[in-house]
């Protein structure tokens, strides 16, 4: 198994069809093809003609990225996909500043998918010097 991993080639339908896949709510195809459009950079996962998995980098494009929409088939879980699409979303964001200049990536876990992402260097707030990470849904 070879996995590649693609920028700028998801299309609404392949991210549609991982988000179901991944049991996730359902989004308005207006609502996914605006979110493709206003990312800095996406990230598709492909193992021959399949998408296995998928990444998206929002932000600023200066200094502050979100990694959103870690996605990855549970059938091709536990096989590294996921570091692999987390560390060129890193790669990305940090292209994308002065070398030696610190960048912010920041990010949304999953419940019970914290372990993750502190094993790819990532930290659970609040960390010395920061406060929590927080959020607000709006209807």
Same mark, same amino acid.
Request: with cysteine; proline share 5%.
């Given at each position: 198994?070879?996995? *590649?991993? @693609? ?12 988000? *179901? ?6 989004? /308005?195809?207006?609502?996914? /093809? ?8 996406? &990230? ?5 003609? @399949?998408? +296995?998995?998928?990444? @998206?980098? +929002?932000?600023?494009? *200066?200094? +502050? ?21 987390? /560390?060129? +979303? ?13 960048? !912010? !990536? ?9 372990? &993750?992402?502190?094993?790819?260097? &990532?930290? /659970? ?6 406060? *929590? ?7």
């Amino acid at each position: 198994m070879e996995i *590649a991993i @693609r920028e700028g080639v998801l299309t609404p339908d392949t991210f549609a069809g991982l988000r *179901a896949a991944c049991g996730m709510p359902e989004l /308005e195809p207006v609502l996914i /093809e605006r979110a493709l459009e206003n990312s800095l950079a996406t &990230f598709a996962a492909v193992c021959g003609a @399949r998408t +296995v998995g998928m990444a @998206r980098l +929002v932000g600023d494009g *200066a200094f +502050v990225f979100l990694l959103c929409d870690l996605l990855v088939v549970p059938l091709w879980r536990h096989q590294g996909i996921g570091s692999l699409l987390t /560390e060129t +979303v890193v790669n990305r964001a940090k292209s994308c500043v002065p070398p030696g200049r610190a960048v !912010v !990536v920041s990010l949304f876990s999953a419940a019970g998918r914290e372990g &993750f992402y502190t094993r790819l260097g &990532f930290a /659970e707030l609040p960390v010395t010097g920061l406060g *929590a990470g927080m959020q607000m849904f709006c209807l």
